[in-house]
């Protein structure tokens, strides 16, 4: 009879065992997205007042890079340009190192997309993005309501390399290293610094995929898988058709643990 009781209290010390793991498994894969100070790196609201350049097809790099698959660089016009500070960088001790970027739209009647730029202090310049074409190619576009794209008071960008760019943030560059708000695109050949920064849907695919979506609201990730570590990430934000006073986004950043 001891014997039997003994069994008993056996198995009900493992059972309890085994919910305690569950309902820590449980809150941490439901808790809320953590940072490495405690809050969102950015959380600010973007509007129409915020693009720096456009119209124009390409993204800075060694060459014009197109804004989306296919583009034709050799004409001005389309996409008008953010470049936002996400002041934040993966944490390597995480299970899948990235950052998570939060958006949502209203008053967008056209196409979004998104490409990451990366920066490493020391180097002080931009000098890695993501590959937009081809094989290991990632982004992540938006599209609503298209409507014919519209003129903005903005210059399109001088060139396509060794230039500085301007940060939208109201805080400005996280490095402000220029002591003006802006940040340096360094790349020094075609082909260079593309296979290192992603954009992915799933951090357990951290070299990306393209995505093509309507919704006005979503989550993706980026993160460098290079032998470089990141200081920073800067998103290009490009939109085109119709931008006017109903536009706005919001980015929220966080560093998950």
């Known amino acids: ?8 209290a056996a198995l009900a ?3 309890l065992l085994i919910g305690v793991v569950f309902a ?6 439901n808790r809320e997205a953590s940072t490495t100070h405690g809050g969102y790196q950015l959380d600010e609201t ?3 007042d915020d693009f720096s350049y456009g119209p124009q097809t390409w993204a800075p790099y060694a060459s014009k890079m197109p804004l989306i698959p296919g583009a034709d660089v050799n004409v001005n016009e389309g996409f008008y340009l953010m470049f936002v500070d996400l002041n934040a960088t993966s944490n390597l001790n995480a299970t899948f190192p990235r950052v998570q970027v939060d958006y949502a739209f209203s008053g967008l009647h056209g196409t979004a997309a998104f490409h990451v730029y990366g920066y490493i202090h020391a180097n002080g310049a931009i000098s890695w993005t993501n590959r937009v074409e081809g094989t290991g190619a990632s982004g992540y576009y938006v599209t ?3 409507q014919p794209t519209n003129s903005l008071a903005v210059p399109i960008m001088e ?16 490095y402000n290293d220029n002591g003006n708000n802006t940040y340096y695109m360094k790349f020094e050949k075609e082909g260079g610094g593309l296979n290192s920064l992603h954009i992915t849907t799933d951090p357990r695919t951290p070299t990306g995929q393209v995505t093509n ?3 006005s609201t979503g989550t993706f990730f980026v993160n460098f898988t290079g032998d ?3 200081d920073n990430f800067i998103l290009l934000v490009a939109v085109n058709g119709a931008i006017g006073g109903d536009f706005q986004l919001n980015l929220k950043v966080s560093v998950p643990q």
């Open 24 to 29: 820590i498994q449980w809150v941490y894969l």
């Open 213 to 215: 979506t309507n919704n």
């Open 159 to 174: 060139d396509h390399n060794h230039i500085f760019v301007k940060i939208a943030n109201d805080a400005g560059a996280t």
């Open 228 to 230: 470089r570590v990141q």
């Open 13 to 15: 010390v493992f059972v």
């Open 1 to 8: 009879m001891e014997f039997r009781y003994k069994i008993a």
């Open 144 to 146: 609503m309501d298209p």
């Open 46 to 48: 973007f509007t129409v």
